[in-house]
Every structure is written in C-alpha cells, then in structure tokens.
C-alpha cells in the first residue's frame, strides 16, 4: 500500500515538474519573439477578429411566428424530424430532397469551386424562397422575417461547414439579404451562422426529440430495403412505409408513444408479401456522410438504381454516425489523460473529472443501442446489429491513424474491411462529392491498399457531381455485374450442400416464414445473398450432418 502511495505522489510530482518545464520554454520563447519584433521594428499588434455583419437574431419571442426550414437527412427522417419538432412547439417546414434543379439555382447564385452537397444545400432553399415569392406571392421581408434555415456543418478538412458565408451570398444574390442561417456542427453542438440567439432551445426535449425520430426513421429505412428487392406486388413495401411514416410523424408531433406507433407500423409491415429465394446481389453503401444518405440526384438516385438493377441495398445507419461521434470524444478523453502537463486547451480536462466524462459516454453509447434495439424488435427490424466501434477503429488503424479527423474518418475502412472479411454484402460502392477532401482521400487512396489486402472485395469508388449520372451508372453496371454473378454462385453452392435443387428445395418449403415472411429475415452468417442464407437456415437434418 505505502508503496502505491509512493508511486501515486511521484507520477504528481513528475507531471508538476514537466508542466513547469513546459511553461519555461514557453515563457522563453515569448521574450525571444518580443526580442526580434524590437529588433526588426515589428509592432506587436492585437488581433484583429473577423465579426459577423449580418447579426440578425432568433429569439424566443419570434418563434411562434418563425418557420424552422430544414432537411438533408432521408425522407423518412426529415419527415420524422418535422413531427418532432412541432411535437415540442416550433413552427417547421422539410424542403423537399434536393434534385437537379436545385442544383442549377445552387450553381447560378454561388461561388464557382463548391462541393456538391453546399450547391444542392443552397440550392435547395433558394429555389423554395424563390417559390414563396413568385409563386405564392409572399413579400420578401415576410420571407426573410419569418423564417430560419437549419443546416449540416463539419468539422476537420471538409469545407461544407465553411460556406455559412456562401450561403448568404447566394441568398442574397437572390434577392434575400439578410436570411438567417443556423450552422448545425458535427461537433460543438449547435451554433448559428449569423448570431447569438435563444430562439432553438437546445435543452434535453429538443435532443430527445430529434435522436425519436432519427433512430425511427433508421430502422424504417432499414426494414424499407429490406423488404422491397422481394416484394411479389410491386409498390405494395412503398406504400406499407408511406403510412408507418405518417404514424410516426402523428406520434411525434403530439408527443406520443413511438414505440406504440413501431408496433402499428409492424402489423402494416408484415402484410407484404415477399419471395425471399430470389437471388439477389447485396450491395452496401458507405461513403461521404450526405452523399450516401439522401436519395435524390445528390446521390444519382443510387439506392432505387440498384434496387431496379436487381440488387438489395444495405445502407448505412445515422445512428451508427452518431455512436462514431461519441468514440472520438471517448478516444480523445483517454488519450489526453495519459498528457504529463496541464491540459486546459478548448476541450481539455483541465478541471474536469475524465473518468464521470467516460461513464457519460459508456451511458450514452449504451442508450443509443439500446433505444435502436427496442424500436428494431418493435418493427420487425430481426438480425440487424449496430457496428462495433472499437472493432472498426482496431481494423481499420493500420491503414489509417484513428487520430485522424474528418467526415467518417476510419470508419469508412473499416466498413469495407468488415463487409468482405465477415462476408455481409458482395459489392462495396463508396460514393462521395467530387473533390470531397476527406472522403475521396480514403476511397480513392487508402481503400486502393485495402483492396490489395482483400482483392476478393468488389469495391467501387464514384464521385458525384450533379450531372454525369450515365456514367457514374454505367461504372457501377461494370462491378453490379460481378456481385451479381457471385450472389448466383454463393446460391447455387448453398443448394448444393443442402443435397436439393432449387426446385424440390421451393416444394419442400412452401409457405415457410423464412421465404415468405415479411419480418423473418435469415441471420445466417458467412454468406452474403438472403437467398443463400435461408437455404442454409431450411436445410433438412440430414444435409447439414453430411455437409
């Protein structure tokens, strides 16, 4: 025990001791700088910060006649958000998705060199101003005054959450200066773009509203693409979701029960009729955060391409972002505490208690998960897992640094490493805005060397840039091609080792749950294609004794 004491007041001592060194070197090289400034006749001046000059507030008392516009999430989820919103007392309006159109406006009142997403962004509201205005009739200072635009921001080497300043000009440019813009960041909460204000209350209602309706809006989405590929009345899975969004939009806005709103969504759900022996590719998504999650032209419309080509799509998740912003924040914490000196910088732990900040995240990313699992089982979402966060960021470390920062960082190597290590998709497709810095950098640079590890993996990197669809189509047909052969031959092998052909295996199994249940999906593991999976669930005794 003494000796424990002793350890503990000479680790006190050493850090007191460094900490002090450090300060000397600072203060040294303070007094050197002050020494060639003299020498050279270079005053030392203040700093001169950049201010705002649109500081136009979002107060309170403006609320209830001020509409919250926002989007940028999937349908599912924008729509979820209006309700929840509105469920706590603001006035909001979802833009529509961004097309091509809005992309033409983006481009005519922006700045030439953006990235996709901030052109669809901007382009996206301003073509909705323009609508109130010459369509609706509605006065440009009533537009102006009466409503706020809530949108994405980012952190690390992205420069979408640069163009606040963009935003502005283009508005302006249209005819509306002076429109306020709210900045939401991927980390430091939330901030607004054109000045302090208490308008958006970001108080524990506010989050837990918005956290209801993302993590709904996943595991309808989820059990959406799920669904469709082996739909046997085509359209019938779209409308089944069309009313279990408007449940849970009613449930939301009247701060209801969601978890009762999932369980009505579940009997709606489980009316369609499916054939899940149709042989399909699996086909995963990953990528830049906004260009793998909306599902218009931003994107190509990538998800329903596939899905016409004959695919299923496995996309990703917000939620899973969400548990990756909490694992930098615990990655971060346990690094800073091993610093020797004082850690007082902007989001030290100078002060603070590291390890309560750690048992907040743990709660957290517990919560998290459990919350999704509870509406997952609710809806009929079976055998869907939340990615590990430890596992990706161990996986994906040697080929790139976890300190590294910027959109999914390692997250998105460690998708691809896990997808074909762990067989969960035949076809990898990361799709990004031409000229995204952080996404291009590991999809078209770091996954090169993954690749070469894993060269079973069919693995396709495409930029988006609004226009080109045909082409960025056609690379994607060249890949689709071979996961589709693949998914023919996992299938036809799983046949084999069940001792049938497809024909007596169909016979045998008529109108079991696992072919033609809507909310039975196989959890087989190792094998990628449904179809595959649940010839391997169905096999008779016999068979999987003899394979």
């Known amino acids: 025990m003494n000796r424990s004491v002793e350890a503990r007041e000479h680790a006190v001592v050493w850090r007191h001791e460094k900490a002090a060194a450090f300060d000397d070197i600072e203060q040294e090289l303070g007094r050197y700088e002050r020494q060639q400034r003299a020498r050279l006749g270079l005053p030392e001046e203040p700093a001169a910060h950049w201010h705002d000059p649109n500081p136009k507030r979002f107060t309170r008392a403006q609320r209830e006649h001020t509409t919250l516009l926002c989007g940028g999430l999937t349908q599912a989820q924008d729509l979820l958000i209006q309700g929840a919103l509105r469920g706590i007392g603001y006035r909001v309006k979802v833009l529509d998705t961004p097309d091509n159109e809005a992309l033409r406006v983006g481009r005519e009142f922006g700045n030439r060199g953006q990235c996709n997403p901030t052109y669809f962004t901007v382009g996206n509201l301003v073509k909705y101003l323009i609508h109130l205005r010459d369509e609706q009739g509605m006065a440009t200072s009533e537009i102006v005054d009466g409503h706020v635009f809530v949108t994405a921001g980012a952190c690390g080497p992205c420069r979408f959450g640069t163009y606040a300043t963009e935003y502005r000009k283009a508005l302006r440019d249209a005819g509306f200066e002076g429109f306020r813009v709210m900045l939401f960041q991927q980390q430091g ?88 022996l149709k042989v399909k590719p699996k086909v995963c998504i990953i990528g830049e955060f906004w260009a793998m999650t909306t599902e218009g032209d931003g994107n190509y419309r990538l998800q329903r391409f596939l899905e016409a080509e004959g695919a299923e799509v496995d996309v990703q998740p917000v939620t899973a972002w969400l548990l990756y912003n909490l694992w930098q924040v615990r990655w971060d914490t346990l690094r800073r505490m091993r610093l020797p000196g004082l850690d007082d910088a902007r989001q030290g732990l100078a002060g603070k208690h590291p390890l309560r900040r750690l048992a907040v995240l743990r709660a957290a990313d517990f919560a998290l998960r459990g919350v999704f699992g509870l509406y997952a089982t609710l809806v009929g979402l079976t055998a869907h897992r939340l990615p590990d966060m430890d596992e990706i960021a161990t996986i994906s470390h040697q080929y790139y640094d976890n300190h590294l920062r910027g959109g999914e960082g390692h997250m998105e190597i460690g998708k691809l490493i896990q997808s074909v290590d762990q067989r969960k998709s035949h076809m990898v497709i990361s799709v990004k805005p031409f000229g995204c810095m952080p996404s291009s950098g590991v999809s ?89 999976r649940v010839v391997h669930e169905l096999r008779v005794p016999s068979a999987t004794a003899h394979a």
């Open 189 to 276: 909460g939330l901030r607004q773009a054109c000045g302090e204000g208490d308008g958006l209350e970001l108080n524990r209602a506010f989050f837990f509203a918005l956290l209801r309706a993302v993590m709904a809006g996943d595991v309808l989405n989820a059990i959406g693409y799920r669904l469709r590929p082996y739909e046997t009345v085509p359209g019938a899975t779209d409308a089944a979701l069309e009313r279990c969004k408007a449940l849970l939009h009613d449930a939301l806005a009247r701060r209801g029960s969601v978890a009762v709103a999932l369980w009505r969504c579940r009997r709606l759900l489980h009316q369609v009729a499916v054939d899940r």
């Open 444 to 532: 078209d640079g770091v996954q090169s060397l993954v690749t070469e590890k894993y060269p079973q993996a069919i693995f396709c990197a495409i930029e988006t840039t609004g226009d080109g669809a045909v082409n960025a189509q056609s690379r994607v047909m060249l890949d689709l091609f071979k996961a589709r052969r693949l998914a023919r031959e996992e299938y036809a092998e799983a046949l084999r080792s069940s001792g049938e052909d497809e024909e007596r295996f169909r016979r045998r199994n008529t109108g079991h749950p696992a072919i033609c249940g809507a909310l039975c999906y196989p959890s087989a593991k190792g094998l990628a294609g449904t179809a595959a």
